[in-house]
């Protein structure tokens, strides 16, 4: 029977999980999140620090359970990060879209 071998291989591909609205959030909720990671934050805007997040491995399950109760976001904190994720950037979505509307 074959020898099955566990090695440690590359760690997850963040690109698993969708952060792609994380550019929808403002800068003091991204800045935090970036020191944590030992990012620069200088004068970055939510583009640029969004990138350099998505750009080091993404954001990890308690950073994301602590974006949950931010007043912009506001969505339940279980289950998965991809779940939590998806929560997440579909309220923002949905509230950037309302705004938009508001604008026009």
Do not use: H, M
């Not at 698993?16 to 004068?43: A, F, H, N, T, Y």
């Not at 969004?50 to 109760?69: H, I, T, W, Y």
């Amino acid at each position: 029977r074959p020898v099955v071998r566990f090695e440690a291989g590359p760690a997850p591909d963040p690109c698993e999980i969708d952060l792609s609205w994380l550019e929808l959030l403002p800068p003091r909720r991204l800045k935090p999140l970036c020191d944590q990671k030992g990012l620069s934050v200088g004068w970055g805007n939510s583009e640029a620090l969004a990138k350099r997040l998505r750009a080091s491995g993404g954001l990890s399950g308690e950073q994301l359970k602590g974006l949950c109760d931010a007043p912009e976001v506001g969505v339940q904190s279980y289950g998965s990060k991809a779940e939590i994720a998806q929560r997440i950037g579909a309220k923002l979505a949905a509230a950037a879209a309302a705004t938009t509307t508001e604008e026009e």
